[in-house]
């Protein structure tokens, strides 16, 4: 018997919503994988060493991966109205910042490129230390002043208000209202040695338990409740309808035009390598 895939993602609500079925074996057809729970830092790390089968990474990951890994055309998050958030603990305005610590979850998050593209125009002179933190210790952090701002990703978007804080700028407005695509968040990914049938067989798995997922939500609700960093069923919905949409089930032209521009606007700004675009298909 082959051994089991092995496959690293958040505890977030839109991860273990969307991964659910196919994690318990109930995708008829696939073999449950072998899964591990990770902060998004890590699982981009990992991906960068190589280490696992299936990875949920930042597509601001992928340029430094593609060569060994392959973009899965669902699973992932991408959508609208769904962008990374910039907290402060007074309102201010985006040039104050010039200078100050800002915490992000992840230096390779999409996240922190969609940061460093808004904050190119909006902080004249830039910021000073850039700080890493998992993304549930970041508004901690910027209430208690240890961090001048923080950039937040998961349900840090419901519940900021609970920290007294002030949201400075949404990556997303800005993304959209620059581009009109869709902001292009979180990745799944594949090793290409398992070959073109096997991954072809891996996007019918994930898709099949997307389905599985929409078609039960009930079915889900322990798991996603059981990993959660914010335990309220509540936030927990709130997060699942926002980034489990459309292009989780499948990227098509829309959501592929959003991950070529994000990555080809990041290049030029010398943010990170350029990438082949046949690697992308």
């Given at each position: 018997?082959?051994?089991?895939?092995?496959?690293?993602?958040?505890?977030?609500?839109?991860?273990?919503?969307?991964?659910?079925?196919?994690?318990?074996?109930?995708?008829?057809?696939?073999?449950?994988?072998?899964?591990?729970?990770?902060?998004?830092?890590?699982?981009?790390?990992?991906?960068?060493?190589?280490?696992?089968?299936?990875?949920?990474?930042?597509?601001?990951?992928?340029?430094?991966?593609?060569?060994?890994?392959?973009?899965?055309?669902?699973?992932?998050?991408?959508?609208?109205?769904?962008?990374?958030?910039?907290?402060?603990?007074?309102?201010?305005?985006?040039?104050?910042?010039?200078?100050?610590?800002?915490?992000?979850?992840?230096?390779?998050?999409?996240?922190?490129?969609?940061?460093?593209?808004?904050?190119?125009?909006?902080?004249?002179?830039?910021?000073?230390?850039?700080?890493?933190?998992?993304?549930?210790?970041?508004?901690?952090?910027?209430?208690?002043?240890?961090?001048?701002?923080?950039?937040?990703?998961?349900?840090?978007?419901?519940?900021?208000?609970?920290?007294?804080?002030?949201?400075?700028?949404?990556?997303?407005?800005?993304?959209?209202?620059?581009?009109?695509?869709?902001?292009?968040?979180?990745?799944?990914?594949?090793?290409?040695?398992?070959?073109?049938?096997?991954?072809?067989?891996?996007?019918?798995?994930?898709?099949?338990?997307?389905?599985h997922a929409w078609d039960d939500p009930s079915a889900s609700r322990d798991y996603v409740l059981?990993?959660?960093?914010?335990?309220?069923?509540?936030?927990?919905?709130?997060?699942?309808?926002?980034?489990?949409?459309?292009?989780?089930?499948?990227?098509?032209?829309?959501?592929?035009?959003?991950?070529?521009?994000?990555?080809?606007?990041?290049?030029?700004?010398?943010?990170?390598?350029?990438?082949?675009?046949?690697?992308?298909?």
């Amino acid at each position: 018997m082959a051994e089991p895939l092995r496959i690293a993602y958040s505890p977030c609500p839109n991860d273990t919503f969307v991964f659910h079925a196919w994690a318990h074996g109930l995708v008829p057809g696939a073999d449950a994988p072998e899964v591990e729970f990770a902060d998004i830092d890590i699982t981009n790390g990992l991906a960068e060493r190589g280490e696992l089968d299936v990875l949920k990474i930042s597509y601001g990951q992928l340029p430094w991966v593609l060569e060994e890994y392959a973009l899965l055309p669902c699973g992932g998050a991408l959508g609208r109205g769904c962008g990374p958030l910039v907290l402060t603990r007074e309102p201010v305005d985006p040039a104050a910042l010039a200078g100050r610590t800002v915490a992000v979850p992840s230096e390779r998050s999409t996240a922190y490129l969609l940061f460093r593209l808004w904050a190119a125009k909006a902080v004249p002179g830039g910021f000073g230390e850039i700080v890493v933190l998992p993304f549930h210790e970041i508004m901690p952090a910027v209430r208690d002043g240890r961090v001048d701002a923080g950039l937040v990703i998961h349900e840090a978007r419901f519940t900021f208000q609970r920290y007294g804080l002030h949201r400075l700028a949404d990556m997303g407005e800005a993304w959209e209202a620059e581009t009109g695509l869709p902001i292009p968040l979180g990745a799944i990914v594949a090793r290409r040695s398992l070959g073109a049938e096997r991954l072809r067989e891996l996007a019918d798995s994930i898709r099949a338990s997307v389905r599985h997922a929409w078609d039960d939500p009930s079915a889900s609700r322990d798991y996603v409740l059981a990993h959660a960093q914010e335990m309220d069923p509540d936030v927990a919905d709130a997060h699942i309808a926002l980034y489990v949409n459309e292009f989780t089930a499948d990227l098509g032209t829309e959501g592929y035009a959003a991950v070529r521009a994000l990555l080809t606007r990041a290049a030029g700004e010398g943010l990170v390598p350029a990438v082949d675009p046949g690697l992308l298909d």
